[in-house]
Antibody
């Protein structure tokens, strides 16, 4: 059974940084591209970042709105993916979801999300 | 930038009726490889999004056949025949062809 679980959310002051973790199990993690998607309270979904697998040299891609403040990484030995977000602003307050990208370019499994609140 | 336009709230429907949700893209979503990476997700209240349809019209595993997708180029539709209570939520279209963009979402309401 595929399982995805995000951790690391919490309350952060503006200007601070946070590292989110996503632990997975139940599938061959090495084969998949992994992504982060976020959702501000009462708002829609926003794709944040993608990291490809070893076959694609772990290439990374970011939403333009966040580029320069986010870094996605992965540890295949731990079947985990991470998102480092820096210079946090109030508008970064959101649920951050970790999601697996299937070969036909769709998000087939999602974690329950971790809430990040940026407030002084 | 690619913009996916969805109506904020679908026409309220009665249980058992058909619902139709549209998604219009500012650009064609046909990829250079010939595929059209347009998907539909449903987010039920308090839950993570779940995949319904991929590549315009393919139902994901376990999705009831009352969900169907259609369209081409830049104009797409999700139809739900015989709406059931568990279909309530917000429906998002998503394009994987260009920039990985979600539509703004359409809330399905019951009359």
């Amino acid at each position: 059974e595929v399982q995805i679980l995000e951790t690391g959310g919490g309350l952060v002051k503006p200007g601070g940084s946070l590292r989110l973790s996503c632990a997975t199990s139940g599938f061959n993690f090495n084969d998949y591209f992994m992504n982060w998607v976020r959702q501000a309270p009462g708002k829609g979904l926003e794709w944040v970042a993608q990291i490809r697998n070893k076959n694609y040299n772990y290439a990374t891609y970011y939403a333009e709105s966040l580029e320069g403040r986010v870094t996605i990484s992965r540890d295949d030995s731990k079947s985990s993916v991470y998102l480092q977000v820096s210079s946090l602003r109030a508008e970064d307050t959101a649920i951050y979801y970790c999601t697996r990208l299937a070969p036909y370019w769709y998000f087939d499994f999602w974690g329950p999300g971790t809430m990040v609140t940026v407030s002084s | 930038d690619v913009v996916l336009t969805q109506t904020l709230v679908a026409q309220p429907v009665r249980l058992g009726d058909q619902a139709s949700i549209s998604c219009r893209s500012s650009q064609s979503l046909v990829h250079s490889d010939g595929h059209t990476y347009l998907e539909w997700y449903l987010q039920k209240p308090g839950q993570s999004p779940q995949l319904l349809i991929y590549e315009v019209s393919n139902r994901f595993s376990g999705v009831p056949d009352r969900f169907s997708g259609s369209g081409s180029g830049s104009d797409f539709t999700l139809k739900i025949s015989r709406v059931e209570p568990e279909d309530l939520g917000v429906y998002y279209c998503f394009e994987g062809t260009h920039e990985l963009t979600f539509g703004s979402g359409t809330k399905l309401e019951i009359k």
